[in-house]
């Protein structure tokens, strides 16, 4: 249990043009160029006790949850994700 705080209290989530990484237990990365859908979950006001997360699903379907402290950086997933639902949108 105390490996996993480690790791819980130590992760980083970081966000680049071309992919979305979190260092953990496991590393997590997904391509930006990749991503069929995401969505960021969170609890307004609650933020402090449960973690908001990142859940994407890629064109291949593999799924990935990364786990978001840094409200600028929930901010820009944020973004991300309204702008791929408007991207894959039917016109």
């Known amino acids: 249990m105390l490996y996993t705080l480690v790791h819980i209290l130590t992760s980083q989530t970081s966000l680049s043009a071309l992919s ?46 990364v786990y978001v402290s840094s409200p600028s950086l929930w901010t820009e997933l944020e973004r991300l994700a309204n702008e791929l639902t408007e991207l894959r949108r039917p016109k």
């Open 20 to 65: 979305i990484e979190q260092t953990w237990i496991w590393n997590k990365r997904i391509e930006i160029r990749d991503l069929a859908y995401a969505r960021l979950i969170r609890i307004k006001g609650l933020e402090w006790l449960i973690a908001p997360r990142f859940y994407t699903r890629s064109l291949a379907g593999k799924i990935m949850v």
